[in-house]
């Protein structure tokens, strides 16, 4: 078998049980994997350098084709209720199919770490089939150091084969696409999909597995560090605007996506970013578009002009979720070290399409518990097939997809970590104001930016707050630079009582969406709930 590459694991490729392989590239970095995805006629090299892809059939994660082995120990820890079972038995025999598939083949290996605190870091091995897919992860996960190279053990292993067709009937999956999941013996196993996203999750998603017994929270959010050292976390799900407001230029940027608490404060789990391309400008985000005209970063589905090879960020007709994979070091005010202390300040981003919550609003730890454990957003008409008014989407811990164990496990311990560092915790509407989607207009940024700027330097804890009377959480009155009349939304609205009834409604949704969670919290989480009399007065 032949190895080659500039790092040779002295565990090898055999370690993994692979055997008859054309070729082991072990740890190529960029330029070789470019001159190898095109050799094999992966992608091609636009204009100013990035390498652009596409994925097939798949544009985006396969969440109903991802498993996890149901053993003796996940049985009571993993989240069922969330999370599909497959039998040991069927993932041995998925395993032994795809090893039997590569033969032949040529692999890429890649040797990296899943986390920047040193303490908690998972060594991870991936196999890809694909060239790019190898650069696409050595972007996203931490680099080890030639030193660490020639010493690296891998505790977590990924095998990643998209040619490989599932048989649903053999392994108990559900189409010829398969995500598998081994807790205990610490390999995923990805086959029929191109889409690389899959590679990168399956890292978050064994942290998430991992990391709560040893008091670290695992978090799907965006973190940056002010002048001052102040540490911020951003949870929000897509079209919040997580990425987007964490990447202030005044600020360090920790991470857009994945991030760890432990006792040695924020780390990210990446070392690199995954951002959405569609309609990126250069005027709007500026840091995030120049990376698309860099070397090294690779498009996924982004249209491209295959004569002049210049890209069309505004087309959608390979997939509306067209994404970019670029290492955090082109961002300009990223952080080299991926940490930071323990955070100052948590943000719960939501895009409210009623346009029932506050501009922004200041929770308890109770309260925090209690809307991170909803993990709340809108859909607006036309985002999807069928939605034709706003939508409430409630994903638990703002990633449910992601999450192995219960929501409580991470609820309860986000709630203890709150109160021990004295967190302040906040609300954030990026959404509809003056009415639902389609009558009244999207929060102005630049007041979302000011309330936020102020919650972040500690100024807007002297405000005035009132309790607002839907949903328990302090609003302040009103905030220097922000037009006073958006700070109270029922004001905004030119029907009062149609502001009840939506607010009635709202308060509704998130009363019946955490039934299911009402016996496994305390008493005071109970109590943050929005009171649906009081919304009603």
């Not at 055997?19 to 095109?38: D, I, Q, T």
């Not at 638990?396 to 302040?424: K, Q, W």
Request: glycine share 10%.
């Amino acid at each position: 078998m032949k190895q080659t590459g500039p790092h040779i694991s002295k565990f090898g490729v055999d370690k993994s049980g692979f055997k008859n392989l054309a070729a082991a590239h072990w740890n190529y970095r960029p330029a070789a994997l470019y001159e190898e995805g095109v050799r094999r006629g992966e992608g091609e090299i636009a204009a100013n350098g990035p390498f652009v892809v596409k994925t097939g059939v798949h544009t985006g994660r396969s969440a109903q084709d991802k498993f996890i082995v149901r053993d003796s120990e996940t049985e009571n820890t993993v989240w069922w209720d969330n999370n599909k079972a497959m039998t040991p038995e069927a993932f041995d025999a998925l395993h032994a199919d795809m090893l039997k598939h590569a033969e032949g083949k040529e692999l890429f290996i890649q040797d990296l770490f899943g986390g920047a605190d040193k303490t908690h870091r998972l060594a991870t091995r991936v196999y890809t089939e694909y060239a790019w897919h190898s650069l696409f992860i050595q972007n996203l996960l931490i680099e080890a150091t030639p030193e660490e190279l020639d010493s690296f053990s891998p505790q977590f292993t990924i095998i990643d084969l998209p040619s490989f067709e599932a048989d649903p009937e053999k392994y108990g999956c559900r189409t010829g696409t398969v995500i598998a999941c081994n807790f205990d013996k610490r390999i995923v196993l990805i086959g029929g999909t191109s889409y690389a996203g899959e590679i990168k999750k399956s890292v978050f998603s064994m942290l998430n597995y991992e990391l709560p017994p040893k008091r670290v929270m695992p978090m799907h959010c965006s973190a940056n560090i002010g002048p001052a050292g102040d540490t911020a976390i951003f949870f929000g799900l897509s079209g919040t605007g997580k990425t987007t407001l964490s990447a202030e230029a005044s600020r360090t940027l920790i991470g857009d996506d994945e991030h760890g608490w432990s006792e040695n404060g924020v780390f990210n789990f990446e070392g690199g970013c995954y951002a959405k391309m569609i309609k990126l400008s250069a005027e709007a985000e500026p840091e995030i578009y120049a990376t698309t005209q860099r070397f090294g970063t690779v498009l996924e589905n982004v249209v491209m002009d295959e004569d002049s090879r210049e890209l069309d960020l505004d087309s959608a007709a390979l997939a509306e979720n067209s994404r970019g994979a670029y290492p955090l070091s082109f961002i300009p005010n990223a952080s080299e070290t991926g940490t930071g202390g323990h955070p100052k300040n948590i943000i719960m981003l939501t895009a409210d399409a009623f346009g029932v919550l506050p501009p922004i609003a200041r929770m308890t730890p109770s309260q925090a518990m209690y809307h991170f454990l909803s993990g709340y957003t809108a859909k607006v008409a036309g985002t999807e097939k069928g939605v034709t008014e706003p939508e409430a989407t409630f994903s638990t811990c703002f990633g449910a997809p992601f999450m192995s164990r219960h929501p409580t496990a991470y609820g309860n311990l986000l709630r203890d970590l709150i109160a021990e560092h004295g967190v302040t915790c906040w609300l954030v509407n990026t959404g509809w104001t003056g009415g639902a989607y389609g009558v009244g207009n999207r929060m102005p940024i630049k007041a979302t930016r000011a309330l936020l700027a102020a919650a972040l330097d500690g100024s807007l804890n002297n405000a005035e707050f009132r309790i607002d009377p839907n949903f328990g959480f302090e609003v302040p009155v009103s905030v220097p630079g922000v037009d006073n009349s958006i700070m109270d939304p029922r004001g905004t609205w030119s029907d009062k009582t149609a502001y009840d009834v939506q607010a009635q409604k709202l308060v509704g949704m998130f009363v019946s969406n955490f039934a299911k969670f009402e016996d496994h919290v305390d008493p005071d989480v109970r109590d943050a709930a929005p009171n649906a009399a009081k919304a009603a007065e």
